[in-house]
């Protein structure tokens, strides 16, 4: 088999990881009215689920990105799935609160464990198309993403499966573990042990060009969050289903992984620089749109905002890759894991903030979709080239 053949199969094969395992990390956003409604639960105390899905599946990212820097990514890679898989279909039968919250922490552990590890060997399996490679990579992340509150919701719902046989679902990351472990084997240097490296040595001489990327990322991550989260109180606002909730979101989400391929291939033509400013410039304003429309705009808003808010993951990561080579697990888990841990801290009070308004999900969504400009402005500080 040749080398690019070779090449191609790693990318899918990761990819498909990538996609099962974002599958099981968004089953819980369609389910959040069913939870609420079980648990009584205020948007304050739904922000903290999100909050604790959001340090687990994303803040862990750091360490998890940072040890496979230094000894095997492999492990990490193969291993995600499957803890996922196994954790995140419990959700279903969590007899309260506080056991939900722990099948997501436990669950979440899995989802970073994969994720920096998967990026950054994605991201060198063709080193000479490193956007379109991550361009993929990422999107089919996001398709798994946006498939997820489907199908939660229709095991959850369906008479014949239900919440007590959701569990069965876990074979799915479990398979794909298998083909990651015999599809996907990293090069020599990523089974020997490196030497010995702080992290802060590692990232020191592009500390402000990371700490500008790392800014940006939380801004828009907590609006990405906030959106994905709260959509589905948004659809029980209007008085709509459960599954209209799981297919807005799943619009939604298979929109930003358009624009997340787009932006992979975009980077091409455009600087990367430009692409960050253009499309949070745009997203903003369609974000906001799609809050106070409904019917057919409601939709081609809720594209165009998908589209907008993503087209920039691409030119992030790579910006990130490049700047600390030596490190590329780590820089993916500083730009997919701790700027969307921060994040997902911030988000934890647009809930509060829904409170505020008597539950009105409406006006903390609204304030959230700002962010991107402050992540503009931000942008304007990266170098040219």
Known sequence: MNKSKLNNI?????ALGHGVTDLYANFLAALL????NKFSLSKTSIGVIITIIGLSGSMFQVVFGYIGD?????????IGPTIAGIFMTLIGIAPSYFA????????GLGVSSFHPHAASTAGNVVSSKRDSSLGIFMAVGTVGYAIGPLVATSLMSSPSIGPAKMPYFSFVGIITSILLYIYVVPDKSHYQKQETENIFRIIRPELKL???LFVIVTFRST?????????SLLIQQRQLSLMIGAVV?????????????????????ISRRNILIYSMLLSSPLLIAMLYTDGILFVIMLILSGIMISCANPANLALAQEAIPKGASTASSLIMGAAWGIAAIFAMLFGVIADLFGGNVVPAMSISATLPILAVICSLALPKR
Request: net charge positive; proline share 2%.
């Open 223 to 231: 609006t990405n969050i906030v959106f994905v989260n709260f959509m």
């Open 249 to 269: 979101l799943f619009i939604f989400s298979l929109s930003t992984a358009l624009g997340t391929f787009l932006g992979g291939y975009i980077s091409r033509w």
């Open 100 to 107: 939900l919250i722990f099948i997501l922490l436990i669950g």
């Open 10 to 14: 790693g990318v899918s094969i990761i």
């Open 70 to 78: 230094k000894w095997s990514r492999r492990f990490f890679i193969i």
């Open 210 to 212: 990371l700490s500008i």
């Open 33 to 36: 009215p069913v939870f609420a």
